[in-house]
């Protein structure tokens, strides 16, 4: 799975902001996942039976576990080892094969460099529109 590095500060910032902090960062994490998720399908295009494309995604705390099929209709569980804690999300995929198409295509680094990108622009929209929702219901 993918580990974005150096955004631990940004999530202190938002937590030290109380509640909205926290639900802004919560948020903010799951869109990075779910976007870190679509960027890794689109850039796997070793494709034969969809087995792996389909087995990316993402986890969080709240996950219900991944089931999913090739284009031969096997069904596959793919749940990671670690779960996830409160506010932390995975993405990745737990097929054996997935490090040597890692290594042709770079399709989780692909992801992972576009999280790295997005997590803090997403923390912002997040966070202002927490505190701009709350400032309206007063």
Do not use: W
């Amino acid at each position: 799975y993918i580990t974005v590095t150096g955004v631990n500060q940004l999530a202190l910032n938002l937590i030290a902001l109380g509640k909205g902090g926290s639900k802004a960062l919560d948020k903010a994490i799951k869109a990075t996942a779910i976007e870190g998720e679509s960027q890794a399908k689109l850039a796997e295009t070793a494709v034969k039976t969809a087995r792996l494309r389909s087995s990316i995604h993402f986890e969080t705390k709240e996950s219900k576990p991944h089931r999913y099929q090739d284009n031969n209709g096997r069904s596959f569980d793919g749940g990671f080892d670690t779960k996830a804690k409160e506010l932390e999300a995975y993405v990745g995929t737990n097929v054996n094969y997935a490090a040597g198409i890692e290594a042709r295509l770079n399709f989780l680094n692909h992801a992972k460099n576009y999280m790295a990108l997005a997590y803090p622009t997403f923390c912002k929209k997040y966070t202002k529109e927490y505190f701009t929702n709350v400032r309206l219901q007063k």
